[in-house]
């Protein structure tokens, strides 16, 4: 036989084998889980088989389980003339808005709950509630209101985990019997439904922020006046100090001048020459003899008294300067 002559016939035969085993293969494992031959059960997940109005079985391990061995017999049919429930036995959770108390004081105040629920009992959670569901909601929501009401009102507004206790232990024990376990419960808001009193709870909070910055603000301006009055007061008295220092030394320091009469005569003309000059007055220089004479007969007649200098021991030629 030659192989390259039947390559053809065996590729068409392996295309036909995985063709067919393909397409039996889910019909093949439909009509067995349709006979109840086996089943699977997925993770968190339940299957409870009913057989003429009674619970045959209850399959809750995941894996893959054979019917036979579990239901025995009634597993051939009871997919075609029984039920098969599958549930969910993951934890769900629900949050309930604003159920509607009043406090001691009468304030009527809103609570929003949260809490986790979960089925415990696959038989009870079938058979015992038409709707466990809207039951523990309602429960939920009924202990609530009875078991927070009548609270005072800060209480209600600090011991949150307290009163979630109180909700938890007043429903579990009813929701138990539906097969429905509740697991955790907090109260995640507490708040005012009265919508006049929320805005006089606004402007008071504003009016006291208002007082508060008020306070601040004049705190600081006092501890500001405080410390430049401080400033100002440690200033004059250095000042004092220093007016009071200022003629003892100038005092001390004539004195010491004085004390050589050629030192104190150059101050003084110092000093006086340094006022007329400060003053900006118009200074004339006249030299002696009869030129110095005519010169100053003339001016007196233009501009008035001359106050002559100080006559010195040599001059340069005779001239008229002005500064």
Not at 30 to 46: N, P, S
Not at 91 to 112: C, F, H, K, T, W
Not at 222 to 234: D, F, K, Y
Request: neutral net charge.
């Amino acid at each position: 036989m030659n192989p390259t002559t039947n390559f053809p016939s065996l590729l068409t035969a392996a295309l036909g084998t995985f063709a067919a085993l393909f397409l039996l293969e889910p019909i093949l494992l439909g009509l067995m889980r349709a006979f109840g031959l086996y089943t699977t059960v997925e993770e968190r997940t339940c299957r409870v088989y009913v057989l003429f109005g009674t619970v045959i079985g209850v399959l809750d391990t995941p894996g893959l389980h054979i019917l036979p061995f579990k239901l025995g017999l009634p597993a051939f049919f009871v997919n075609f003339v029984g039920t098969c429930y599958k549930l969910d036995l993951r934890l769900d959770q629900e949050y309930l808005r604003s159920q509607a108390v009043n406090s001691e004081e009468g304030a009527p105040m809103g609570i929003g709950i949260w809490y986790e629920m979960q089925i415990s009992d696959p038989t009870s959670y079938l058979f015992k509630n038409t709707d466990p569901r809207g039951s523990l909601r309602a429960n939920v929501s009924n202990a609530t209101v009875r078991c927070l009401s009548n609270m005072p009102l800060a209480e209600m507004m600090e011991t949150r985990h307290k009163m979630s206790q109180t909700v938890r232990t007043e429903v579990s024990e009813k929701s138990e019997a539906w097969g429905y376990r509740l697991g955790s419960v907090y109260i995640r808001k507490v708040h005012f439904r009265d919508k006049g009193m929320i805005r006089q709870i606004e402007e008071k909070v504003v009016n006291r922020l208002r007082q508060v910055t008020s306070a601040i603000k004049q705190a600081g301006a006092n501890q500001v006046s405080v410390i430049t009055s401080s400033a100002e007061r440690e200033a004059a008295v250095e000042f004092a100090r220093a007016a009071a220092v200022r003629p003892n030394m100038i005092g001390t320091a004539l004195s010491e001048i004085a004390a050589d009469p050629d030192v104190a005569g150059a101050l003084f003309d110092i000093l006086e020459t340094q006022r007329i000059l400060e003053a900006g007055p118009r200074v004339t220089l006249i030299p002696e003899g009869a030129r110095g004479r005519g010169i100053t007969s003339l001016l007196a007649a233009q501009a008035g008294p001359v106050v002559p200098a100080r006559p010195a021991a040599a001059h340069p030629p005779a001239e008229v300067m002005e500064q």
